[in-house]
């Protein structure tokens, strides 16, 4: 049997001790014995993963849930466990909140083992229980291989809906950065999705979108036989887009907080990012005595999850969190006020905190004349406030909103604040944007 260690370079004493007290029968695939010096890395990897190995143990901790490296076995371990049609990825939890963030969302599905401590025996007992575990999984293996699953038109219907979710993925991808006011040309989307996948047929395409638009896989979209844009992006998929990059300029956003500070947070996906670095340092001790204001159900979420497993109260809690008062919309997740109300109960938190040292934003649209744009809808009033109330401004927004522009405008470059972006390399939007207000964007890099 061939096994491949995923992990973070700060476990590779814990993969040798196991490796030394796994049975003999079974071999390891690890990096530092397996790689020679001229040998492509990623060549190499991507090979013993889909051509060398029986299984994959995935070594999860705070490091590896953010390495390029790993999410890159993890995709292509994911892509050889769905050709095998066997489970081939082996999740191995070494920092239990590190296997929240752990991305995508299903492979939390899984059961997986958990290392306990790093002592010598939390080490044996965890080797003999990855042990135990694929001898089972090797029995089961073998079973299926006696007694094959008959095709039932269920197994037929739960793959033509995977397959359905994959095609609304790669449309979903593709189409983010369109809107309205400039719509991808669907001759265009045929050209893309081609370069994607070979196999992509064109002929089928009006069939798959109209059971798309049934099922509502890509809420937001709009979609008329000759174009397609986005009309509002939605919590339910903008979280996957761009998603390493959100993490990164969450990162360098998570750098300008500090114990004492009040903070406001908009809602959105990287803003949830930021509240999961946040609530890190707060585990840690690191940072502590910080207030929240937020209009974000899944941000306040994150904290409170944070505040209960580290049984903070009234007495003891490294934060104070309060939540903008009124109705809360299911597509963003965000609380608002209704429409032709004043902002009464977030700017009343607002004045009695006395203001924010940071309002920390989302952006929807950004360009150097028109500013930083938002849909027309009631959370503007949300960004507005934001705005308003903090002594520094915030915006994240990573490079796929640059040279987009919506309805609302609720901030320019000429305000005080600084933009923090991803490295959009040589795109020339990113270029002439960086060179004409550098001295207000961050790169996350």
């Known amino acids: 049997m061939r096994i491949f260690f995923s992990h973070s370079s700060g476990q590779k004493p814990l993969v040798r001790e196991i490796r030394k007290i796994l049975p003999d029968h079974i071999n390891t695939w690890i990096d530092e014995d397996k790689l020679l010096i001229g040998d492509s890395i990623e060549h190499s990897l991507e090979n013993a993963i889909k051509k060398e190995t029986d299984y994959i143990l995935l ?4 490091f590896s849930v953010n390495s390029p490296w790993v999410e890159k076995e993890i995709s292509w371990t994911l892509e050889q466990e769905r050709k095998l049609d066997r489970v081939f990825l082996l999740p191995i939890v070494v920092d239990k909140e590190a296997w929240n963030n752990i991305k995508p969302e299903i492979i939390k599905e899984r059961k997986y083992l958990k290392l306990e401590d790093y002592t010598e025996n939390s080490v044996r007992a ?4 990855i042990t135990s575990e694929l001898f089972s999984l090797i029995c089961r293996d073998i079973q299926s291989l006696r007694s094959p699953a008959s095709v039932t038109k269920a197994s037929v219907i739960d793959r033509t809906d995977e397959v359905l979710n994959e095609i609304a993925d790669s449309i ?3 189409v983010f950065g369109y809107r309205e006011s400039k719509p991808l040309q669907v001759d265009e989307l045929h050209a893309i999705l081609k370069s994607k996948s070979p196999d992509y047929n064109s002929n089928d395409f009006e069939t798959l979108m109209r059971k798309i638009i049934q099922n509502d896989l890509i809420p937001g979209l709009v979609y008329d036989g000759f174009e397609l844009y986005v009309r509002e992006e939605h919590y339910k998929w903008k979280g996957k887009i761009s998603a390493e990059a959100k993490r990164k300029i969450a990162k360098v956003a998570a750098q300008h907080i500090r114990s ?4 406001a947070l908009d809602a959105g996906s990287t803003t ?5 670095i946040l609530c890190t340092r707060l585990a840690n001790k690191s ?8 209009t974000s159900i899944s941000a306040a979420n994150i904290f409170l999850e944070t505040g209960t497993r580290l049984g903070f109260d009234d007495e003891n809690s490294g934060f104070k969190l309060y939540l903008g008062g009124g109705r809360v919309r299911p597509n963003t997740l965000a609380v608002i006020e209704e429409q032709g109300q ?3 109960q977030l700017q009343n938190i607002f004045d009695q905190l006395g203001g924010v040292d940071f309002s920390i934003i989302g952006v929807n649209g950004i360009h150097f004349e028109k500013g930083f744009t938002t849909h027309s809808n009631a959370e503007t009033k949300n960004k507005l406030s934001l705005m308003k109330n903090g002594r520094k401004k915030l915006i994240l927004g990573d490079i796929s909103k640059i040279g987009i522009v919506e309805e609302v405008c609720f901030g320019t470059f000429q305000d005080d604040v600084i933009l923090i972006t991803n490295d959009g390399g040589t795109d020339s939007r990113y270029m002439e944007l960086v060179e004409k207000a550098k001295d207000k964007i961050q790169i996350a890099k």
């Open 126 to 129: 965890l080797s003999k229980r």
């Open 59 to 62: 070594f999860i901790d705070s």
């Open 172 to 174: 979903r991808q593709v």
């Open 287 to 294: 940072l502590f005595n910080i207030s929240i204001v937020t």
């Open 260 to 263: 004492g500070h009040k903070i």
């Open 342 to 344: 004043e902002s009464v």
């Open 272 to 276: 949830d990012e930021l509240a999961k």
